[in-house]
């Protein structure tokens, strides 16, 4: 049968034989590339359809698809556009498109979208036929700081002792997660990887990289008047354990003269063996803090004025982001003292404002008082300034000495309190 020159009847008695045309309906969303906080982005739903519009309704989804929250809706009930495709009485195809601009997209913005589209049925006039596609807008955010620390500092420091130091470059504000590299002096460092800490572990903390002491003042016998190299820097039968028992060192002899210099002269064989870490933590906000640590046996006569760099690179950038410190023993502290007139029975306050240099990392500050105890009857005290309660006459006269430390050296210096 044709079904274009059917009688009435038949298709009234027999509806399934007979089905009138459908409506069609096809929807799809434009992919979009990742898009950088601050730009203006432009969500686009295509549809084609043969059928009369009924609505269009565009929806964010959150919480992994489990609330649709709704940001555009289009009824057509209440439009006074229209198609004239009615007029005609013909079956044509009608391509449409709907759009959604987000002015200045956030990364709060990031996630799936959902484009859901309604027409009439052809047949019935009642009936709605729903389609739909989804888009996922990917947010980037470059990173908004960058900063390279002193792990453990300030900390006591042994200058005849060999000691692992660890720097650390903490990046935030980033999504996704850059991808941060550290270099010594304009070059890049190559550098060991190490494992993931555990969890529940600080992610930045040092690792003992030595656990002997390499005084070359107190060389062992074996050793005395020999050639560098020769004998075993490890008398005791316990090898060197941890990290650096990769290395191989040699030490010099040291003649007598020279055993008062301020640090001891160990001899590496090769370029210094640096350790890399890198851990990332997300935040509240959809950003991730990104920390990557540096590892290495510290030596003082190659690595002072050393320039350590931590570079930055990440998709919303267009170039690495950087930041610099300069290893540098503390030289030339300066010294006030408050009130410059003491009286007995005031409260003196020493200070150290600072040094002739940019210091890093942070110094350690010893205070102590040339040939006797401090007012308080201890030997030292630690911090940047010397509080000196109710001073009374016998005071009169007494030097007092700060030691400024870093691991890459320190220096002394002395203030003579006086006493009206």
């Known amino acids: 049968l044709n079904p274009r020159s059917k009688p009435p009847w038949i298709s009234a008695l027999f509806p399934c034989l007979f089905p009138a045309f ?15 906080v601050g730009d203006a982005v432009t969500l686009k739903c ?29 009824d057509a009930m209440f439009s006074t556009n229209f198609s004239q495709m009615e007029n005609y009485r013909k079956r044509e195809d009608l391509v449409y498109q709907s759009t959604v601009r987000l002015p200045e ?7 799936p979208y959902e484009c859901h589209v309604g027409i009439y049925d052809r047949a019935t006039r009642e009936k709605v036929v729903l389609a739909s596609g989804n888009v996922f807008l990917n947010v980037m955010a470059p990173p908004t700081s960058i900063s390279v620390l002193a792990a453990d500092t300030p900390a006591p420091f042994s200058r005849y002792q060999a000691q692992n130091f660890t720097l650390v470059c903490v990046v935030s504000g980033g999504k996704p997660a850059p991808l941060v590299y550290f270099k010594r002096d304009g070059e890049p460092i190559e550098a060991t ?8 572990a ?15 003042t107190k060389l062992p016998k074996s050793l005395e008047g020999g050639e560098p190299g020769v004998g075993n820097p490890f008398p005791t039968a316990d090898p060197p354990r941890g990290l650096a028992a990769e290395r191989d060192w040699v030490t010099e002899s040291i003649p007598e003269t020279v055993v008062s210099r301020e640090f001891p002269r160990w001899v ?34 190659i690595d002072n004025e050393a320039l350590f760099s931590c570079e930055v690179k990440h998709p919303a950038l ?56 401090l007012l308080d009857g201890s030997a030292e005290h630690d911090g940047k300034e010397l509080v000196l309660e109710r001073v009374p006459a016998e005071l009169n006269g007494s030097m007092y000495r700060c030691t400024a430390q870093n691991p890459l050296g320190s220096t002394d210096t002395h203030t003579r309190l006086i006493v009206f």
């Open 105 to 111: 997209v956030r990364i709060s913005d990031n996630g």
């Open 22 to 36: 459908p409506g069609y309906l096809t929807v799809s969303i434009e992919p979009l590339p990742p898009v950088v």
């Open 318 to 373: 267009s170039m690495p982001m950087q930041s610099e410190v300069t290893l540098v023993a503390p030289k030339g502290p300066k010294i006030t003292m408050t009130p410059t007139r003491a009286r007995v029975g005031d409260t003196v306050r020493i200070l150290v404002q600072g040094f002739q240099n940019e210091v890093f990392p942070e110094p350690l500050f010893t205070w102590t008082r040339v040939g006797s105890r």
């Open 202 to 216: 600080s992610s930045w903390a040092p690792r003992n990289l030595l656990h002997r002491d390499l005084d070359d």
């Open 268 to 301: 590496h064989m090769a370029e210094p063996i640096y350790y890399f870490r890198h851990t990332h933590a997300p935040v509240s906000d959809g950003t991730v803090e990104a920390r990557a640590t540096l590892t290495w046996t510290l030596n003082p006569q």
């Open 46 to 74: 295509n549809f084609k359809t043969d059928g009369k519009m009924r609505e269009i309704v565009w929806y964010r989804v959150t919480d992994g698809g489990t609330i649709k929250q709704k940001i555009f809706t289009f």
């Open 193 to 200: 990887p190490l494992p993931e800490p555990p969890a529940g």
